[in-house]
């Protein structure tokens, strides 16, 4: 059982390394040309090599799911983890080392313990505190990323949240209060629930995004519904079907 996580690992990130290009090429046509990616928190475009596997939900939480769950193939730890690509160059702000590894390791660092804490339920025997929001925001911002791609990142909304990644102690001023409330409960032991395949779902309601996640549930801002399609090359379109691709970064 120890083995199949690491046997897999070279698969899934060759797919999502296949997938999210392939996704972010809808808005940087010419991305296809070059070897490279943009790093969904730091907005950098960097070549695969710069890239590694992120557990959205870390290992350390789903580990200590119960065992009927652990071993049923159809709920492996990749699945009841969610997965994505973020970057491990070193952040360099204003040049300057902000971090000596990319945004792998600084997700690691200041969000997967509260996480971990939260999708085991232990979290929320007191009222949540301010870092705990933070990280329940950065990990639906991620889940909204894995689920409808690059125009989460991309929009400002999207931005919103990659400023908030490198600002893990204090939720941002743009952040609406009714997205720094968290209802969560404890995990559900039951080994039948839909829940384990599928950590995360979403629904909409007015201009926000209902993301639950294992035994928790948050009201993500987001400046367009990604459900819409997105108009490409069509001179006018009604607002709705816009999107106006920010890229803006300030790390090197
Ligand atoms: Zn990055």
Known sequence: MEVAPNVMRPGITDNLWLSMRNDLARY?????????????????????????????????AVKLDPLHV????????????????????????????LHKNGCNSWKGKH??????????????RGRPSEPMIIAAL????????????YQITLLPSGLMMREQFFNPHKIQKDIPLRS?????????TDVSSPGWATPFSFSFDGGDCLVSIRN??????????????????????????????DFTTVFT
């Open 28 to 60: 940087v046509p010419r991305l296809l040309d070059t070897n490279l990616l943009m790093c969904c928190t730091c907005g950098r475009f960097l070549e695969r090599e710069h890239f590694d596997l992120e557990h959205l939900i870390p290992q350390q």
């Open 70 to 97: 652990r071993q049923n193939p159809s709920t492996p730890t990749n699945v009841r983890s969610g997965n994505l690509l973020l970057c491990k160059k070193p952040l360099r702000y204003k040049g300057s080392l």
């Open 111 to 124: 969000f997967d313990r509260p996480i971990r804490e939260m999708a085991t339920g232990a979290a929320f």
């Open 138 to 149: 950065i990990l639906a911002y991620l889940a909204m990323v894995s689920k409808f791609g």
């Open 180 to 188: 720094q409330m968290l209802l969560g409960g404890q995990l559900t």
């Open 216 to 245: 928790f549930i948050l009201r993500m801002p987001i400046s367009r519904d990604p459900r819409m399609p997105v108009a490409q090359n069509i001179p006018i379109v009604p607002k709705r079907f816009k999107l106006r691709p």
